[in-house]
């Protein structure tokens, strides 16, 4: 993967910049601390294509808690296909990654829009299933980390490159394998336990079979015998329970009849009562002297549905001419005062009524005399024009209404008379049938009571109770009959199982034996060892190579094993720096001499790792380098110079003067009021 451009918006104190990386070589970039050198060439890139994992919270965003800070890159990657990179964040939110692919037509279209999704991507495909340390060690010289190596301890020392060559997976995968094998032995011991028990199944004896099969027999004849007896009691049963269903409906119906006969002579009895009560009566007149008075209560109602209306409305007018008739007296006074009183007030501000506002206050005042005029004059129109309504009506009908309803409820009480005597006729008829029914269910429950219904239901009780004897006995036979066949079926399918189970253990066994294996392989002293101790070669060389062309000495040994006391060996990482055939101290060499060995290192590192992963990065960034003094400065420079052809961009980021020329082409990084700015030059 090649990075080709950076550009980025309200990015920590860059409020915009842009960068077109093909166009670099070797850049030195400078400007005083805090101008914002390593936010557009370091920070910049790698918050792009990692996020959190290089720089966390809203620190990223500058220029406002409003902003949008924003980081937009354009890389190739090694088929030459080109993706653009926008990862964005607001203030207290979280962040957006989006990926964007060029067509062949040269415009972009969406790949990915999630964050999760994106980042799977660019470490999947763009950087080859490479992380953010890898990717790191295999681009950057970070400020403050350049000595990591020669002034570590031996563990930490090792703990580094172990990150460097992400040979830390190796311990998840040891992890991993060891979660399988620890289920894999639990597994195991469910399986030998089930095994066991498919051992613990013995197969019935045959004498055994015999006589449980011939006690199944035995009850099964009698409870076929109990069975048929049970049938001719239930057939008596039925019989005796038909007669005394017979005589409870007789029972039943004549205690009905009775009970009807009883009603009907109660309702007779209240009906002739309220006959006499009522007394005579002549329906015909009076249902001519209702409908008489039906018709005068229709025209008392039309009369008043007329008259309520013409009548409101005539008191309405009355009062409003009322009320306008006292207005216009009151503003004809008002009038007067304001035209004979020199001190006269203002009734709507309050104040004297001088020269011409008088006019004006006795033309308002007119105006509403003439209202008042004009409102007497239509309520007298309204007046007489309801008045000419009710004239028009003439006299009111007279119309009792207490008489018209007492009319109406003698009516009613005559017509249910009538109703009454009708029914009083029936009811003599349905009496005299209720009482010949009556007699005659009677008799016939009488004759039905003969039947002796409890004692046959006491014999048809006993074989019952004989009957589920049998049928207990029967059904403990049968399951004595069922375990023996269930075991002998269980025992030839324990057979068969056995085998298998013997199988599965033995497979499992072998599993756990294979699991332990890579467990141990992926381990300490496993493969991550091993590729330790086989990248020792190739840094050293490297190394040692650099330092040679830098003019030196100086060679370095990397010692990953340390004898013990016990004539043992120990994991270690020492880091042997030699001048000619001696060793000596890292403290003890000048700052430009240590400069060379950490540069030397680094990238040998730098190259191995870029190697490993497959990343076609060929791109070296060195953030401040430290420990310089003006002969150390000199001295990186040369080594600058010595690994260029190494490299096809190399980014120097300094604040150093002396180191602003070091290398072919030059940018300033200066600071002002909207932020950060870069200035290059040939």
């Known amino acids: 993967m090649r990075l080709e451009s950076i550009e980025v918006d309200n990015f920590r104190s860059w409020e915009h910049g842009a960068l077109d990386m093909t166009a670099i070589t070797a850049v030195s970039v400078s400007g005083e601390n805090g101008a914002g050198k390593s936010t557009m060439f370091v920070d910049a890139p790698l918050w792009a294509l990692f996020g959190d994992k ?184 039925l019989a005796a329970k038909d007669a005394k269903a017979a005589m409870d409906e ?115 005042i007119k105006e509403r005399i003439s209202a008042a005029e004009s409102m007497l004059r239509d309520c007298a129109k309204r007046a007489e024009k309801a008045q000419a309504i009710l004239d028009g009506l003439g006299e009111r009908p007279s119309f009792d209404e207490a008489a018209y309803t007492a009319l109406e409820r003698r009516i009613r009480a005559a017509r249910e008379t009538e109703m009454l005597v009708s029914d009083l ?34 014999r048809a009780g006993v074989i019952d109770s004989d009957v589920r004897v049998a049928e207990q006995a029967w059904r403990e036979a049968t399951a004595v009959v069922a375990r023996d066949k269930a075991q002998a079926e269980q025992y030839e399918r324990n057979a068969v199982r056995l085998t298998e189970a013997q199988a599965d253990v033995e497979q499992e066994t072998a599993a756990i034996k294979e699991l332990l294996l890579a467990e141990r392989a992926f381990g300490r002293n496993g493969i991550p060892s091993y590729l330790m101790e086989a990248s020792v070669p190739g840094i050293e060389s490297t190394a040692n190579e650099l330092l040679a062309l830098l003019g030196t000495d100086m060679r370095l040994i990397l010692r990953t094993e340390k004898q013990t006391k016990s004539a043992g060996a120990k994991d270690t990482l020492d880091v042997l720096i030699f001048d000619g055939e ?19 290192l680094r990238v040998a590192l730098a190259e191995l790792v870029a190697k490993r992963s497959g990343l076609d990065l060929s791109m070296l960034v060195i953030d401040e380098p430290e420990g310089l003094d003006a002969g150390g400065r000199d ?38 009021e909207r932020g950060s700015t870069a200035t290059f030059y040939a």
Request: aromatic share 6%; with cysteine; hydrophobic share 40%.
């Open 582 to 600: 001696e060793e000596r101290a890292f403290a003890t060499y000048s700052g430009g001499e240590g400069f060379r060995i950490n540069f030397a």
């Open 250 to 364: 007789f029972i039943a119906d004549a205690e009905e009849k009775k009970a009807r006969l009883a009603r009907l002579r109660h309702e007779k009895a209240g009906k002739e009562e309220l006959v006499a009560r009522f007394g005579s009566y002549d329906l015909p007149d009076m249902e001519a002297k209702h409908t008489g008075l039906t018709s005068l209560r229709d025209a008392y109602k039309d009369y008043e549905s007329k008259a309520a209306p013409a009548r409101m409305e005539l008191g309405s007018a009355r009062a409003l001419e009322k009320e306008q008739q006292a207005v216009a007296e009151r503003e004809t006074a008002a009038l007067e005062k304001a035209m004979n009183d020199e001190a006269a007030i203002c009734g709507e501000c309050g104040q004297p009524i001088k020269g011409d506002s008088r006019l004006k206050v006795q033309q308002r």
């Open 635 to 672: 001295m990186f420079v040369q080594a600058l110079n010595v690994v260029r052809e190494r490299f096809s961009t190399i980014v120097l980021i300094s604040h150093h003067e002396d180191l602003s020329d070091a290398l072919s082409q030059k940018a300033v990084v200066s600071k002002g």
């Open 54 to 237: 290089h720089m966390r919270s809203d620190e990223v965003v500058g220029h406002g808690p409003d902003a949008i800070a924003g980081v937009s890159l354009v890389v190739r990657d090694n088929s030459g296909q080109r993706y653009n990179i926008y990862r964005a964040r607001k203030f207290g939110g979280p962040s957006t990654l989006h990926i964007q692919r060029e067509t062949e037509h040269g415009t972009w279209e969406a790949l990915h829009n999630g964050v999760n999704e994106s980042e799977a991507f660019i470490k999947d495909v763009l950087l080859g299933g490479r992380g953010y340390d890898e990717f790191v060690a295999s681009v950057y010289m970070v400020q403050g980390q350049h000595s990591t190596f020669t002034k570590a301890k031996p563990a930490e020392a090792k703990a580094l490159m172990t990150s460097f060559l992400a040979l830390d997976r190796w311990a998840g995968r040891a992890s991993w394998v060891a979660e399988k094998r620890l289920a894999g032995e639990k597994r195991l011991a469910t399986k030998q336990g089930a095994l066991n028990a498919l051992g613990d199944v013995t197969e019935p004896s045959q004498a055994d079979v015999m006589f449980h099969q011939a006690e199944l027999d035995s009850a099964l004849a009698v409870l076929n015998r109990r069975k048929d007896e049970q049938a001719a009691a239930a057939a008596e049963v």
């Open 425 to 458: 006729r029936g009811m003599d008829s349905t009496e005299h049938e209720l009482s010949a029914a009556y007699e005659e269910a009677h008799k016939r429950a009488e004759a039905a009571s003969q039947v002796d219904y409890r004692e046959v239901l006491a």
